[in-house]
């Protein structure tokens, strides 16, 4: 039975989300909420979407895991370290057969507490990794920010060494890297513009992973400024708890149009699609205009 791995992305936002399946069965990762995508492949494959992996709550977008649990049944699996209100909560070492693929759970803090990555095998073939979804945890060209928690600045960078360096580097040079978010996200710096990578190359080239030891790449992370936009703390919110929203049938409130009456509207766009999405200019804003976040 063929295997086929589907990447679905986010422009703007730089979100990459995941549909992988074998037979008549596919997990998605990280889904959007936008979910017609999901199912369509899903559909013209002839498959059910079973199950669904947060790598992480996430803070730049809400989440679809809901929408897309309520339309296939899929069940919802994410990190145990934070109390989401829905989902299951998985641990190291946690596995799911996906026919002849094993995907296993490597809890990856330092991003979030509750981070998790997604390990890839191929069990036709052996026990070595093929690839590992990595979430926020490790880009292409950089690292996860650690600068959610203010408190604990060195000790959230100290856990995305161990993350990183404890556990995805030890998984092979060959695995494949399949990331949350490429090039444009606010999640992170310095990404390449490619969004394929091996654990190998990213070992040998990922400026962030040239550091002598634990101490310089605390000292680093801990020296890092990122853009915290004021609507993640809502989002958080939303992907913690979950929403009702539906983004199909969201309209802009009433005050919408004066805020955005000097952006490079076109006559194309007279209602809120995808297409009309892109002529917004700043990627946190076209994710955070249909909530009342402040
Ligand atoms: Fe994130």
Redesign the pocket.
């Known amino acids: 039975m063929s295997i086929f791995l589907d990447v679905l992305r986010s422009e703007g936002l730089a979100h990459l989300s995941y549909i992988l399946g074998q037979g008549r069965e596919a997990v998605v990762i990280d889904p959007r909420r936008d979910i017609g995508a999901y199912l369509d492949i899903a559909d013209r494959r002839s498959m059910r979407i079973t199950r669904i992996f947060e790598t ?1 709550r ?3 977008y809400v989440i679809g895991s809901m929408e897309l649990a309520r339309a296939t049944q899929a069940r919802i699996y994410h990190g145990h370290a934070f109390a989401f209100a829905y989902g299951e909560p998985v641990q190291e070492g946690d596995s799911f057969d996906l026919g002849s693929l094993r995907l296993e759970i490597l809890e990856t803090p330092g ?2 507490d509750e981070s998790i990555s997604i390990v890839v095998k191929d069990t036709d073939f052996g026990n070595e990794p093929v690839a590992v979804f990595t979430g ?1 945890t490790l880009f292409v060209g950089d690292v ?1 920010r650690t600068d959610f928690f203010p408190d604990r600045k060195e000790e959230v960078a100290g856990l995305l060494y161990d993350s990183i360096f404890g556990k995805l580097l030890e998984l092979g040079d060959q695995t494949i890297i399949y990331p ?1 978010h490429g090039a444009g996200s606010v ?1 992170g710096s310095g990404m390449a513009d490619r969004e394929f990578s091996t654990i190998g190359y990213e070992r040998r080239n990922n400026r962030s992973l040239q550091v002598q030891d634990r101490q310089a790449f605390i000292r680093k992370k801990v020296a890092e400024h990122h853009y915290q936009s004021p609507y993640f703390r809502k989002m958080e919110e939303f992907n913690m708890n979950g929403t009702a929203l539906d983004v199909g049938v969201v309209r802009p409130p009433p005050r919408w149009p004066r805020t955005i009456s000097n952006l490079p509207w076109t006559p194309a766009c007279r209602s809120l699609t995808a297409g009309c999405l892109k002529h917004l200019p700043e990627p946190s804003f076209r994710a955070a205009w249909p909530f009342p976040y402040h």
């Open positions: 992480h996430n803070e730049d991003h979030t926020d996860g949350a999640c």
